[in-house]
Every structure is written in C-alpha cells, then in structure tokens.
C-alpha cells in the first residue's frame, strides 16, 4: 500500500529592528503535514498572505539546482511587552512530496 502527502519544515528566525550588525538568529523550528497539495497553499496562503517571498533551492549532481521551498520576509511585534518590541522575521519553509510503501508482515 502507498501513501502519498506533503510535508513542511518550517524554521523561524529574526533580527531586531534597527540593529544592522545582528545577524538573524533562529527562535522556533515546525513541521506539518497536509494530505494535498491545495491543503498546503491554503495554509501558507493563510499564515503569510502576501508578505515577500524568495525561492529556496538545494544543489544537485550536474550544477543544478532545483526549487525546495521559500521564505517568507516580514515584520513582526510582541504586543505583549511594553514598549512593543518588533524585529525583522524570515521563515525558510521547505516543502517535501512524501510516498510511503507499506509492506504487510
């Protein structure tokens, strides 16, 4: 038996606002998994709207590269700290086609 889904890796990572000698840092790693592909762009569609996007990509053999993923650029704030404190945000989300053989015992 054969089962097929999506899955992602999302790794979180900021950077202060207003500090440019601060490299990004990470602060949150997650996965997920979504038994179709349009279940996957809903969500990524929901979770990051329109924000700046950028391709990832993943050498192979014979200098090519091909297209793992993206990430996502944005701002963000903790509201629940006063003064708000707000930092520069990129989410590197690597997008994986997963297919599983089952074999009976």
Request: glycine share 4%; charged share 30%.
């Amino acid at each position: 038996m054969e089962a097929k889904y999506y899955k992602i890796n999302v790794t979180c990572t900021g950077k202060p606002m207003g500090r440019t000698e601060e490299d990004y840092s990470c602060f949150d790693t997650f996965n997920k998994v979504f038994k179709t592909l349009e279940l996957l762009k809903d969500w990524l569609k929901e979770q990051y709207g329109k924000c700046k996007r950028v391709k990832m990509y993943v050498d192979e053999e014979n200098n090519k590269t091909s297209c793992t993923g993206y990430i996502f650029c944005f701002r963000n704030g903790d509201i629940s700290h006063i003064p708000v404190q707000k930092w520069y945000q990129q989410d590197w989300v690597e997008i994986s086609h997963i297919v599983e053989n089952t074999i009976a015992l």
